[in-house]
């Protein structure tokens, strides 16, 4: 009988985790003490949390690959720069959605708390090596976000948006449970690594791993949000308030690339051409989507909504490539959408006040007319949502298509490219209205510094690296050849 020993040295590869976990769990007691209303040390010890953490993770980037903790755990390229961007991108959440949270009795110790331990259950996602693991991170993250959904309890918006978010969660999550079981069953373990050994030399059962593989990837469709498991994402988006509704739809795309590339590019590489043709499915459908419905939306967190549909398959794209080239495609192209995301989301943010939300399209009217540099900031983010040059989501778009055409797909490369440009209407609509439309009302401005710097940052970041995408790119490929 072995005993399970824990030192230094098997500890340290996540020690990121157990810094934020630690820091959470101070937090939760820091918070019962404190009685200020506006929770300035509370929102200020979130962030140094977030700002430590991502330090720490920093600190170990180009260290050498290493499994740990039973080989539950693996500390790699891939995960030190995707847990760096996770958590930078949470920390520009909270900090553009400080002034929203505050003039809504949202900025209270219970949603900082759930934003840190859904980025823990982000973070246990990136660096999973193991069936068990991957499902726990899975599960840590959705459920803070059921519950930062449900927050808002006076909203009948959003405890419906929550019901729905739960119940479908659940749904997918037994999904994914059944597939997890049935891949138990072929190989014989939950251990990714002893798995695609199995898978590789034939000592699987092939039919019963098939069916497994099924359910899995319909469970990894719905937490990516890709069609035909999309059904939850635009009530939610709408539903939630605004900064929940960041957090969704940045920072767990990140993670859910991560979970992909675990499970389908580590894990079942073996059976990489069934699970190609499934992602076909989806790509196809998400672009379909997305792209179509988008267009008929006066709302435009729901716009947005399928907009993120149509890019979840811009994103599966890369990974139907099946070589280090599409998967780097890929995380940048993940990288790059998150970026975009914040912009977007941070401009409804950034014009919504006390009794208004900014979250209608005709809510944009006029806006260069009141602030010139936020209305070339939200034309940045569209034209690069759109996959115009010079943005980044440009040369996303871009890499993505030549790692598809390079594997083979040419049809699928010429019906991306046709979706985009119908996708490309109803983002060139917002800019129409910003500049040739005049206001229909009164447009303010977030006077706070914070969010302004934040949003700002972002957005010329949206632009510099469209023009100078090597450095990350390379980045992207290198951590991904570095972990595979």
Request: net charge neutral.
């Amino acid at each position: 009988m072995t005993t399970a020993t824990f030192t230094y040295a098997t500890l340290a590869p996540a020690l990121p985790e157990i810094v934020l976990l630690a820091l959470a769990a101070v937090l939760l007691v820091v918070d019962l003490y404190l009685d200020d209303p506006d929770r300035r040390a509370v929102f200020g010890l979130t962030q140094a949390s977030l700002g430590v953490t991502a330090v720490v993770t920093a600190l170990q980037v180009g260290l050498p690959s290493e499994v740990t903790l039973h080989g539950m755990y693996v500390s790699d390229m891939l995960g030190q720069v995707l847990k760096v961007a996770t958590l930078l991108t949470v920390m520009a959440t909270l900090g553009m959605s400080r002034t929203y949270l505050r003039l809504r009795g949202l900025l209270t110790g219970e949603f900082l708390t759930l934003a840190l331990f859904g980025t823990l259950g982000m973070m246990v996602m990136i660096s999973a090596h193991h069936f068990l693991t991957l499902y726990l991170g899975l599960e840590l993250m959705a459920l803070s976000q059921y519950a930062m959904v449900a927050l808002e309890r006076d909203s009948g918006r959003a405890t419906e948006a929550a019901m729905k978010y739960f119940v479908l969660g659940a749904l997918a999550s037994g999904l994914l449970l059944y597939g997890f079981s049935m891949i138990y069953g072929a190989t014989g373990s939950l251990d990714l690594a002893r798995v695609a050994f199995s898978l590789e030399h034939g000592e699987s059962h092939g039919l019963l791993g098939v069916f497994g593989l099924v359910f899995v990837v319909s469970g990894i469709a719905f937490k990516l949000g890709a069609a035909p498991f999309h059904m939850w994402i635009p009530d939610v988006y709408h539903g939630a308030a605004t900064p929940t509704t960041l957090y969704i739809g940045a920072a767990p795309k990140l993670a859910a690339f991560a979970f992909v590339i675990r499970l389908l590019a580590n894990g079942l590489q073996g059976m990489t051409s069934d699970w190609q043709q499934m992602l076909v499915v989806l790509a196809v459908a998400s672009l379909l989507v997305g792209n179509v419905i988008a267009i008929a939306q006066a709302n435009l967190k729901r716009m947005l909504a399928y907009s993120t549909i149509s890019h979840m398959g811009f994103l599966v794209l890369g990974i139907i490539a099946g070589d280090d080239t599409g998967y780097g495609a890929s995380l940048f192209y993940a990288i790059a959408y998150a970026l975009m995301t914040l912009v977007s989301f941070g401009m409804i943010l950034l014009l919504s006040r006390a009794g208004f939300e900014a979250e209608n399209i005709d809510d944009f009217r006029g806006l260069n007319q009141k602030s010139k540099w936020y209305a070339f900031m939200m034309l940045v983010t569209m034209f690069s949502l759109a996959g115009i040059p010079p943005t980044v989501g440009f040369f996303a778009k871009l890499a993505v298509l030549q790692a598809v055409l390079n594997a083979g797909y040419t049809w699928l490369v010429v019906f991306a490219v046709l979706l985009s440009v119908v996708g490309a209407f109803y983002y060139l609509r917002i800019v129409r209205l910003m500049y040739m439309e005049a206001p229909q009302g009164e447009i303010t401005v977030d006077p706070a510094p914070g969010p302004r710097w934040i949003l700002s940052v972002a957005g010329v970041a949206t632009l510099v690296l469209g023009i100078l995408p090597a450095p990350l790119f390379n980045l992207c490929v290198r951590a991904i050849s570095a972990s595979m």
